[in-house]
């Protein structure tokens, strides 16, 4: 019989629809009936490209006697972190304070008032390795339940307190500065891999946020150095495992710090942020590896995770069937040598394995190789590996494939708007607008309720019941702005006018503070509130980018006077975590700019001004906002108001700090204006 999960849109707890767990989807029947019960709650927190949440599923979650027992004792709660990031902050950060380390699955329990008292994360089924098995630690925990309430309330009760007791200290007053973001370049040159590019050691995530501040920060001062980390650690990465070879896209991380063996599974938020990167590593230094880093990624998101409706879903998985029926990690993605003569022949095999790094002893498991390219490969046919290339991708083609995970995140498809957006505009790719725009339509339709409420997430065609966080509004404003300055559609600026407004009202707390939930959200707890960047813009920080630049577009003094607030926090962590506040950094770096506000005027359907519109796009001034537009446009776009042709021609406007330059119908000398 299913339990209580089956109607859900959430494809992580549809998969544990069918188990023996009678389990409940978070809700308030579900602590309501553990009070009715009087026992405790077992929350399990997961998301559906996790490997080692599956494999605790199968182990544990399938087994009849393990759920006879824990549904005996216990009401079981699933929850998907993608889809409830309040819930996941806020016990993850119990569980990161009472154990030092966190991770998926997430395994809490708590009393029935949602208060934590025991905490794990993967638990096998039997002990091994130190660890307690599953059936023991419920046992364990069933007992003290039992005999030893007293004990387990207060230290509950501690627990909650110690975490209300956590206050966010911003760290001063006002935007970081000058002095701040170049101790925040030296802090990252000390945690500089320059052997094999990146931060730090193994496992290596892709430092997106950090390179976007890297690029910045070398256009407006000309630091040589940032440019060098931000080049090179994009180079290493294209040339590496943890980029598909074959396919385009990257990998969720990298398990060693050369980037040769990723862990496969594909977010679509690192492809977004490192679409968008590669794109902008392009418009500063021309790189064709850039270019085909960027394009190669944006088609695939939109080959392998553009949904029916028009979003893009959250996940591939990092597991597949390896033909053998047996579900393996990479299965999908790796190669020996056999199989490549399989598919090429004797001599093109040798040829792809020289170039793609696949060897004998393989590079991963089982004799299997992770496609990378290695440097030095001196000159190739082209032509023949493109042959080859185009081989090995069909024939992977008729593997089987990844499971997707096919809800749609509104922040990550904000994520998504911009990069593609961006990146069809400056390529010459009207077909990435669209799809953009799509997404955009998709988020307008199906996520954005009455009062401009934001959903979290929606998947074939339905929405989904959870209210959009701090990122959700943020991010999807920040999309929306993309939009609209490569399209010329007012519209966009108006929608993420929109949601910035709200989170000026339900998101903002004392002293340019910013909660991830909104004031009449779900009370938990504990407030969650975390500044940090980590695999994608903190709410707070991408916050701050959009109301910046909804400032800059509309000269909205209540924006900018929240953005700056908000940025006293990247004053404070730049200096001290500059690897975890990246995308702040960045923001303050357009800060630091201006940002610069762009007015081309002119007809869209006219050459010039379309020339003058691109070349202002392209400008690699940190930050800078661009509004694109007819003469009597200035409904739509602020900045185009009472700016008029220039002797009947095209013309653009360049201000910052309330200056504006001489208008210029040239492109060279726009692109000068937009490059110092």
Not at 168 to 190: K, S, V
Not at 206 to 223: D, K, N, Q
Request: proline share 5%; with cysteine; hydrophobic share 40%.
């Amino acid at each position: 019989m299913a339990n209580r999960l089956a109607h859900e849109t959430s494809p992580y707890l549809l998969q544990h629809a069918d188990n023996p767990v009678d389990w409940w989807p978070w809700s308030d029947e579900a602590f309501e009936e553990a009070r009715r019960r009087g026992v405790p709650v077992l929350l399990s927190v997961g998301y559906s490209s996790c490997h080692w949440c599956h494999v605790m599923a199968h182990e544990s979650f399938e087994d009849a006697t393990t759920a006879e027992y824990l549904n005996e004792h216990f009401v079981p709660v699933k929850v998907d972190r993608e889809e409830r990031p309040d819930v996941d902050a806020v016990y993850m950060e119990a569980v990161q304070a009472a154990t030092g380390h966190g991770g998926w699955p997430m395994t809490v329990f708590l009393t029935p008032g949602a208060e934590p008292f025991y905490f794990g994360t993967y638990f096998p089924p039997e002990p091994r390795h130190g660890m307690p098995s599953f059936p023991q630690v419920l046992q364990g925990v069933a007992v003290a339940w039992a005999d030893r309430r007293e004990e387990v309330d207060e230290v509950a009760g501690n627990i909650v307190r110690e975490l209300a007791g956590r206050s966010l200290a911003l760290g001063g007053d006002g935007a970081p500065g000058e002095q701040e973001l170049a101790q925040a370049l030296l802090g990252l040159t000390r945690e500089y891999d320059d052997r094999y590019g990146g931060f730090g050691g193994a496992p290596k995530f892709p430092p997106s946020m950090v390179i976007e501040f890297l690029l910045r920060h070398y256009a407006r001062t000309g630091a040589e150095g940032a440019l060098q980390m931000a080049a090179d650690t994009c180079e290493a990465m294209a040339r590496g495992g943890i980029y598909d070879q074959l396919g385009g896209g990257f990998a969720r991380y990298s398990v060693d710090r050369e980037w040769v063996v990723p862990h496969f599974e594909k977010m679509l938020y690192d492809n977004a942020l490192l679409c968008r990167v590669y794109a902008h590593l392009w418009r500063v230094t021309g790189s064709d590896l850039a270019r085909r880093v960027a394009l190669e990624t944006a088609d695939f998101m939109v080959r392998e995770l553009r949904t029916a409706e028009g979003g893009f879903a959250s996940a591939l998985d990092a597991d597949s069937d390896d033909g053998t029926g047996r579900h393996v990690e990479g299965a999908f993605y790796v190669w020996t040598p056999e199989q490549l003569r399989e598919v090429l022949g004797d001599e093109d095999a040798a040829f792809a394995a020289r170039h793609y790094g696949v060897t004998e002893e393989g590079t991963f498991e089982h004799g299997a190789s992770v496609l990378q390219l290695p440097q030095g490969a001196g000159v190739v046919d082209a032509e023949r590996l493109e042959g080859i290339r185009a081989r090995l991708f069909a024939a992977r083609e008729e593997r089987p494939r990844p499971g997707r995970d096919d809800k749609i995140v509104a922040a990550w498809n904000g994520l998504a708007i911009a990069a593609l957006a961006e990146t069809g505009a400056y390529f010459d790719r009207p077909d990435l607008v669209e799809r953009a725009t799509e997404a955009a339509d998709l988020l307008v339709r199906l996520h954005l309720g009455t009062g401009a409420r934001l959903g979290r997430t929606s998947r074939d065609g339905r929405a989904g019941a959870n209210a959009g966080v701090l990122e959700d509004y943020a991010d999807v404003a920040e999309g929306f702005l993309a939009l609209a300055s490569v399209t010329g559609e007012g519209v966009w600026l108006e929608f993420s006018g929109l949601l910035l407004d709200i989170v000026l009202d339900r998101f903002t707390g004392e002293g340019g503070a910013l909660y991830d939930t909104a004031h009449d959200a779900e009370r938990l707890i504990r407030r969650p509130q975390d500044p940090t960047d980590n695999a994608t813009p903190s709410g707070w920080t991408a916050a701050a980018g959009a109301l910046l630049s909804y400032a800059a577009h509309t000269g909205s003094e209540a924006h900018r006077a929240a953005a700056e607030g908000a940025l006293g926090v990247v004053k404070a962590l730049g200096p001290r975590a500059p690897r975890f506040i990246g995308w702040g950094l960045a923001v303050a770096e357009a800060l630091l700019d201006g940002p610069r506000e762009v007015a081309v005027v002119g007809r869209t359907d006219d050459d010039a001004a379309r020339t003058l519109h691109r070349t202002a796009l392209l400008g690699t001034a940190p930050g800078a906002v661009v509004a694109f537009g007819a003469p009597d446009a200035g409904e739509e776009f602020p900045l185009l108001r009472e700016r008029p042709l220039v002797d009947g021609r095209p013309a653009a406007y360049v201000c910052r700090h309330f200056t504006c330059e001489a208008p210029t119908t040239n492109q060279e000398d726009l692109a000068a204006a937009l490059a110092n």
